[in-house]
T-cell receptor, first 113, second 114 residues
C-alpha cells in the first residue's frame, strides 16, 4: 500500500530537549516536504527536498532542521524546541509529474511545555 | 507573493443541502489549483484539482471550476452527506516557483447534521 508514515504520532516534550520526527514514504517519490498546521493559518511549509541531499527552506524554517540522506526518509529535527513550535506537523511526498498532488502522512501532534 | 483565501468557517449544514465553499487566489504565473480534505484525525487527501483556466475538477460529487477572470476556485456539492464533515483546504501550486510548492488557504471546517 502506497503511504507516508510519521513517527511519533503524539509527543509531549519540554523546552530545549532535542527531538526528531521521522517521515518515510514507499512510493519512490523525489519530492518531500514538511508542513505545520496551526488554527486559522492553514498549512505552512517548513522545509522541502527535491531529491537526496537537496533541501531548501520553506516559509517558516526557523528552529527546524532537516536531512535527506535516503530517498525514502526525510526527518524533521527540532534541536531546541520552544512552546511556539507546539503544532500539528505533516510530512508529504510527491513526484515532479504530479505537479502539486502531494501524499500526506497522518500527522504528528507536538506539544512543547 | 502567492496566497489563497477561503471563506470563514465553520460551516454547518443539514444533510442533502447544497454546499459552496469560496476560494480566491493571488498568484504570479499560471498556478494549478487544488482542494484537499482532512477527515478527523487524518492527514490531508487530494479531493480534486484543475491545472488550467476553465478546467473543472470533480470527485465524490464535489466540483470546482478554475476561473482565471475572477481568480476563484469555489468548491460545490449538490447534496452533502454526514460523511462529508471534514476540514477543506484550497491550495495552489505555482509552476513558475517550482511545481512542488503548495500554498494553502486557512481551511474551512464543514459539519453536516443528519
Amino acid at each position: 500500500e502506497a503511504q507516508v508514515t510519521q513517527n511519533p504520532r503524539y509527543l509531549i516534550t519540554v523546552t530545549g530537549k532535542k527531538l526528531t520526527v521521522t517521515c518515510s514514504q514507499n512510493m519512490n517519490h523525489e519530492y518531500m516536504s514538511w508542513y505545520r498546521q496551526d488554527p486559522g493559518l492553514g498549512l505552512r511549509q517548513i522545509y522541502y527536498s527535491m531529491n537526496v541531499e537537496v533541501t531548501d527552506k520553506g516559509d517558516v524554517p526557523e528552529g527546524y532542521k532537516v536531512s535527506r540522506k535516503e530517498k525514502r526518509n526525510f526527518p524533521l529535527i527540532l534541536e531546541s524546541p520552544s512552546p511556539n513550535q507546539t503544532s500539528l506537523y505533516f510530512c508529504a511526498s510527491s513526484t515532479r509529474a504530479l505537479s502539486g498532488w502531494q501524499y500526506f502522512g497522518p500527522g504528528t501532534r507536538l506539544t512543547v511545555t | 507573493g502567492n496566497s489563497v483565501t477561503q471563506m470563514e468557517g465553520p460551516v454547518t449544514l443539514s444533510e442533502e443541502a447544497f454546499l459552496t465553499i469560496n476560494c480566491t487566489y493571488t498568484a504570479t504565473g499560471y498556478p494549478s489549483l487544488f482542494w484537499y480534505v482532512q477527515y478527523p484525525g487524518e492527514g490531508l487527501q487530494l479531493l480534486l484539482k484543475a491545472t488550467k483556466a476553465d478546467d473543472k475538477g470533480s470527485n465524490k460529487g464535489f466540483e470546482a471550476t478554475y476561473r482565471k477572470e475572477t481568480t476563484s476556485f469555489h468548491l460545490e456539492k449538490g447534496s452533502v452527506q454526514v460523511s462529508d464533515s471534514a476540514v477543506y483546504f484550497c491550495a495552489l501550486s505555482d509552476r513558475s516557483q517550482g511545481a512542488q510548492k503548495l500554498v494553502f488557504g486557512q481551511g474551512t471546517r464543514l459539519t453536516i447534521n443528519p
